[in-house]
């Protein structure tokens, strides 16, 4: 799997799982939901990163370094507990 790849099917997870919270009928649904995009956020770092880490030329690190902290930034904003209806008030 290539990192556009991992990132484009990261977004997939993200949005459905934002969704989902986002039309929960429970705090604790939308909480699950909620969680579990964070935990694709989690993976997608963690994958990403070893991505980086075997990239072998000193160029190609610094470039996925900077797309990674870019892409980060925007997964960070679609993960926003204000966004779910039923979270705003507990945090």
């Not at 990192?3 to 986002?22: G, V, W």
């Not at 705090?27 to 990403?48: C, K, M, P, T, Y």
């Not at 075997?54 to 900077?66: F, I, M, P, R, V």
Request: net charge negative.
């Amino acid at each position: 799997m290539t990192y556009e790849e991992l990132t484009a099917q990261t977004k997939i997870t993200i949005a459905d799982f934002i969704d989902r919270s986002k039309s929960a009928d429970s705090v604790h649904s939308a909480e699950l939901f909620f969680n579990a995009a964070w935990g694709g956020i989690s993976l997608w770092r963690d994958l990403a990163n070893n991505m980086r880490q075997d990239t072998s030329e000193q160029e190609g690190k610094l470039a996925l370094w900077n797309a990674i902290i870019q892409q980060d930034e925007i997964f960070s904003k679609l993960v926003d507990r204000q966004s779910i209806p039923l979270l705003k008030s507990r945090s």
